[in-house]
């Protein structure tokens, strides 16, 4: 956006559904939105299995139930927090206040930081469960691709949500911050040096007189 504090000369435009769903940005908030399914969701249907002679399930990340309980609470945290802020970036460009759009920047900002940080810790943690699950504890080696899934979808979470678009300065589907004013102001104080031939007309235009 072009034109004022985080795009503010544009606010309270039409909102136009095919530019919003072509932003780089919507297509990452979609993709994360995604993969947190497939992280809670795989855990939910096939992340509690149990031996032949027990009939309480545990989980199959090393029959730590934190393990489980962390991918799904951080899996459907995710989700929730991709259509919050899918709703913040429809609504965006409605918003007129500077302090207001600056504050919607900075809060998305600072919670995909905040997500990637979880879903590293996440595919780190479940990773470490998963090598240390004993065969023993799944003969039947069920639920192995869900539990795979839930570690491979972690790690690309983890840079779905901190991506930068490399065309804006903020990393936002917003317009960087510029000062109208401060342009201006700089515009206009700002002058070129006169051509070098503006000395020679002021010479040339310039007669001695004799005494």
């Known amino acids: 956006m072009d034109g004022g504090a985080f795009g503010a000369g544009k606010?309270?435009?039409?909102?136009?559904p095919?530019?919003?769903i072509r932003q780089p940005h919507t297509l990452l908030r979609l993709v994360s939105w995604v993969f947190s399914i497939v992280v809670f969701g795989s855990i939910v249907n096939e992340g509690y299995v149990n031996r032949l002679d027990e009939t309480q399930e545990h989980c199959i990340f090393n029959r730590n139930r934190n393990a489980c309980n962390y991918g799904i609470t951080v899996g459907v945290l995710a989700f929730l927090s991709c259509l919050l802020y899918l709703a913040l970036d429809a609504y965006f460009?409605?918003?007129s206040s500077v302090k207001d759009r600056k504050k919607a920047v900075l809060s998305d900002i600072g919670v995909s930081a905040f997500w990637a940080f979880?879903?590293?810790v996440g595919f780190c943690f479940l990773t470490n469960q998963w090598q240390a699950s004993?065969?023993?504890d799944n003969p039947m080696n069920e639920g192995g691709d869900a539990a795979r899934a839930a570690i491979t979808f972690?790690?690309?979470?983890?840079?779905t949500w901190d991506y930068m678009d490399p065309s804006q300065d903020?990393?936002?589907p917003y317009a960087p911050y510029t000062n109208e004013e401060d342009a201006t102001d700089a515009v206009g104080t700002y002058q070129q040096p006169p051509p070098a031939d503006a000395f020679d007309t002021e010479t040339q235009g310039y007669q001695t007189q004799n005494y």
């Open 11 to 16: 606010a309270g435009g039409a909102f136009d």
């Open 18 to 20: 095919h530019a919003f």
């Open 93 to 95: 460009p409605q918003i």
């Open 118 to 120: 979880l879903w590293f």
């Open 134 to 136: 004993k065969e023993e």
């Open 154 to 159: 972690s790690f690309f979470s983890i840079f």
């Open 170 to 172: 903020s990393g936002m």
